[in-house]
T-cell receptor, first 114, second 111 residues
Framework: DSGVTQTPKHLITATGQRVTLRCSPR?????VYWYQQSLDQGLQFLIQ???????AKGNILERFSAQQFPDLHSELNLSSLELGDSALYFC?????????????FGSGTRLTVV | GESVGLHLPTLSVQEGDNSIINCAYS??????FIWYKQESGKGPQFIID?????DKRQGQRVTVLLNKTVKHLSLQIAATQPGDSAVYFC??????????FGKGTSLLVTP
């Protein structure tokens, strides 16, 4: 157990739908990163939050959004889902927003869009 | 754009042999590098890291070598075991920014 908790582990939904993925960072970590892993793209950085504030954006689609709550857990919202959104979604956490030491990943959520 | 890539998509080694996984990076500003291991159905697991002011770092059975001149990173696994079979990713970053991952190398250890 890495200390980073992601739920649900598996999600199957239809095209056009909206889903929410949840991540609880490791105790004491303030920063959360979201990544998408598909077969042909490897791990792609989506977005980072630090202590409730958006810190950096990567290749995140406009249909996707995220937030980090006061208790530091984060949610990734995916809307108007398309078949191509099927992937593994990982979150990672670090103690700070400016240092990548202790970068720890959760076990991921496998999203299947049918 | 800037990218991190791996030379070999798959690597097959015999149990007990040493394994070497290579990685090329193109962002000369990157100052921190990490190797991750990912087993099927699991998240990436930290193996070893190295900062740009070093050229070698050793862990338990693993060694990372960094050659900044040619922007090359390698992971050496000594006495490879069946449990080492997994996909290995290198990742690089400029301090304070998100990691940029390569596509991964699949390591298969045969008995």
């Amino acid at each position: 157990d890495s200390g980073v908790t992601q739920t649900p582990k598996h999600l199957i939904t239809a095209t056009g739908q909206r889903v929410t993925l949840r991540c609880s960072p490791r105790s004491g970590d303030l920063s959360v990163y979201w990544y998408q892993q598909s077969l042909d793209q490897g791990l792609q950085f989506l977005i980072q939050y630090y202590n409730g504030e958006e810190r950096a954006k990567g290749n995140i689609l406009e249909r996707f959004s995220a937030q980090q709550f006061p208790d530091l857990h984060s949610e990734l919202n995916l809307s108007s889902l398309e078949l191509g959104d099927s992937a593994l979604y990982f979150c990672a956490s670090t103690p700070t927003g400016g240092d990548n030491y202790g970068y720890t990943f959760g076990s991921g959520t496998r999203l299947t869009v049918v | 754009g800037e990218s991190v890539g791996l030379h070999l998509p798959t690597l097959s080694v015999q149990e007990g042999d040493n394994s070497i996984i290579n990685c090329a990076y193109s962002n000369s500003a990157s100052d921190y590098f990490i190797w991750y291991k990912q087993e099927s159905g699991k998240g990436p697991q930290f193996i070893i890291d190295i900062r740009s002011n070093m050229d070698k770092r050793q862990g338990q059975r693993v060694t990372v070598l960094l050659n900044k001149t040619v922007k090359h990173l390698s992971l050496q696994i000594a006495a490879t075991q069946p449990g080492d079979s997994a996909v290995y990713f290198c990742a690089e970053t400029v301090s304070g920014y998100a990691l940029n991952f390569g596509k991964g190398t699949s390591l298969l250890v045969t008995p």
